[in-house]
């Protein structure tokens, strides 16, 4: 098996698995617990497999494992959840440490020497690195959930509002764009999908303007857990992230993913994650710049230019 297979979604949680593995003496007997939104259950299924991923109950000791691992807290609300044992991982990789997730191997830069990290991956303390953490949440929320259409409109009230402000073109009808030719429940990829074939149609800063803006909130809509984007204090002692460039800052621009609650001791064989967020902006930018190569660099120039910015 190969990390490179591994989307990083599962890499994050992995890193912090082999982190502990590495800490506690390579001692494999840690179980994973995670309770996770229907997004990424599907994610974790599709790589370890429904045996791994199955929802339990969890017994006495599983609940006593957590609650021991966060603290003597009581975290978990209810009782059913997903339970890895760490070794069945570590067997993916034929009993070896990958090296993006080998700690040993690391060079330290300057700025994140305190921290345990490899490849961009860094396991902090959540406590030392508030700042950090709320300034990224507050980004998101900023952008993409403080839009008032989102809650205010259904889906489908919000996608014929587009229609009616942006008509399809001469020579096309709303049936070339699936379920937009419907007179409702339209499909968000089909409302995307359109913006996407107008942004190719036009010029000018301002209709480009315009239509990345829509494009923003219906992507905000299909990945669903950008919405999700409250900030709390940490109750955890450690956060996950994962830097694009490991020399520079923990801040928003340069954080592809976090994990903000991140709970485990190398004294005890048990972690408990939750809290993952995705950086929208990264995710939409290498989005557009798959769907529109020819329009990237102006996409780009206006994401720098245009105030408030628009992802």
Known sequence: MSTEDIPLSIQIHEFALFAHYQLAGN??????????????????????????????????????????????????????????????????????????????EVNRSPLHEDHIGNQGFLLLKADENMDGIRAYYDTIRRMFCDVNDLFNMEVNEYIRTMKAELPVPDGKTWADFGSLGWPANFNVDDAIRYIVYLITLHEGDSILTKLLKYYVRLFSINIGDVLNCHITPPTA??????????????????????VKSCYFS??????????????????????????????????????????????
């Open 266 to 311: 190398k004294d005890t064989p048990a972690q408990y994650h939750h809290h993952i967020l995705r950086n929208p902006s990264i995710m939409i930018q290498r989005k557009l710049q798959k769907q529109l190569p020819e329009k990237y660099d102006i996409i780009m120039e206006l994401r720098r230019t245009v105030v408030p910015r628009i992802f």
């Open 237 to 258: 002692p450690y956060m996950v992230v994962k830097l694009l460039d490991p020399a520079k800052p923990f801040e928003y621009d340069n954080t592809e993913m976090v």
């Open 27 to 104: 001692n494999p007997n840690i179980i994973f617990y995670v309770q996770p939104r229907q997004y990424m259950w599907a994610v974790l299924e599709r790589i370890y497999g429904k045996e791994l991923t199955k929802e339990i109950l969890y017994n006495e000791e599983d609940l006593a494992n957590i609650i021991h691992v966060c603290g003597g807290k009581q975290i978990v609300v209810y009782n059913e959840g997903i339970k890895i044992h760490f070794k069945d991982i570590l067997a993916r990789y034929d009993g070896s440490i990958p090296s993006i997730y080998d700690i040993g």
